[in-house]
């Protein structure tokens, strides 16, 4: 059951999280409104709840072996190509987070965001997006025992 919850979690994430991303950099492309500001700034809460569920149902299913024992996919050049994806998506985000966490300080004292990062952040998010998609193929791929040797 408790795998089965896992499972189902894992890919609910990616659904909120490839959405949210790619909302976030639509909402930034071209002429920024503030109503566009709001938009990026919700999808930017929903894209940290996915990768809040996927770090965790996946940690979960990585080292209580729900699927496979933990040193499969420690040995599974896929899987770490796939983690590997992760860390990329993570360090891209630093510069995002920062913009973004100044933007939402800016709007809690009623003033305007400096807008001059919101086409870099549009880029980002859409580069995050393609590598999202990169992770689910890795990881259909490791999943079905491909990888291993
Ligand atoms: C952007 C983030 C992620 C995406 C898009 C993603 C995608 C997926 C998908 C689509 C599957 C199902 C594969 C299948 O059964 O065909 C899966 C399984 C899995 N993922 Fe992730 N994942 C992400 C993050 C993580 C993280 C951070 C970890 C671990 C730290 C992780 C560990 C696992 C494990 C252990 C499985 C089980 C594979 C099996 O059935 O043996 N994932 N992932």
Same mark, same amino acid.
């Given at each position: 059951m408790t795998r089965l919850a896992l499972a189902a979690l894992h890919l609910v994430a990616l659904g909120i999280g490839l959405g949210a991303v790619w909302a976030r950099s639509r909402a930034l492309r071209g002429d920024v409104q503030p109503a566009d500001i709001r938009r990026a700034l919700t999808a930017d809460t929903w894209w940290g709840v996915a990768a809040a569920l996927w770090l965790v149902t996946g940690l979960w299913r990585l080292l209580a072996g729900t699927e496979k024992p933990t040193e499969y996919y420690l040995s599974n050049h896929v899987f770490l190509l796939k983690m590997g994806l992760f860390v990329a998506i993570l360090l891209l985000e630093i510069g995002a #987070?920062?913009?973004l966490t100044a933007w939402r300080r800016h709007l809690a004292r009623g003033e305007t965001p400096p807008l001059d990062r919101a086409r870099r952040i549009s880029t980002v998010s859409a580069i995050e997006a393609a590598l999202v %998609?990169? #992770? %689910?193929g890795a990881? %259909?791929? #490791?999943a079905r025992g491909l990888g291993s040797h």
């Open positions: #987070m920062k913009t %998609v990169a #992770m %689910v990881a %259909v791929i #490791m």
